[in-house]
């Protein structure tokens, strides 16, 4: 019996060979379309990277866009206020009243506070040499014995910056 048994375990434990069957034409011709559909799924995935990739793009840009224009509107509505904060410093300066003078400048101040909010500076180019970067000459004067020209001798109008950005230019008069 043990003989059978070893027959039986080695007929099982020999490999079964397929047989080949022959390729026919239409076999070959539905192999040619599966590579041209995987073709065309590869195309179309490509394709749809492509236009995610385009979209997420445009979503960035507009999304920036729409944020500095937001910006750019509040820097518009601030700088529409400047001419009333000089003609508060006008008053104050003028004002010979006390408590007159003491109003006008608590309302300087929360001018300033909130021109400060805003992460909006004074530009104070007093004594310092011209820079057309952040200031507009409106007038020349004659230097003095012992200055330099081309240093702001008086500020006419304050400017006004935010970071880099000048919202509005310093009026000053130079030394020639």
């Not at 509505?77 to 001419?83: A, D, E, G, K, Y």
């Not at 008053?91 to 608590?106: N, R, V």
């Not at 330099?148 to 919202?167: A, F, H, N, P, T």
Request: charged share 35%.
């Amino acid at each position: 019996m043990e003989n059978e048994e070893l027959k039986e375990q080695e007929v099982v434990q020999e490999p079964v060979q397929k047989e080949e069957k022959p390729k026919k034409k239409g076999g070959n011709k539905k192999q040619e379309e599966l590579e041209k559909a995987l073709a065309e799924a590869e195309e179309s995935k490509r394709k749809w990277y492509a236009v995610t990739a385009e979209y997420e793009n445009y979503r960035r840009r507009t999304q920036n866009q729409s944020a500095q224009r937001y910006q750019e509107g509040r820097n518009d509505v601030m700088s529409s206020l400047f001419p009333i904060g000089d003609n508060l410093e006008r008053a104050y300066s003028a004002c010979a009243d006390e408590h007159t003078k003491q109003g006008l400048d608590m309302v300087l101040k929360a001018f300033k506070k909130v021109l400060e909010g805003e992460g909006i500076e004074e530009i104070d180019p007093m004594g310092q040499p011209f820079n057309a970067d952040s200031m507009e000459a409106i007038m020349a004067m004659p230097a003095g014995e012992g200055e330099e020209s081309g240093i702001v001798k008086q500020v006419y109008v304050k400017g006004y910056k935010k970071g880099e950005k000048v919202l509005r230019y310093a009026q000053v008069i130079v030394s020639q």
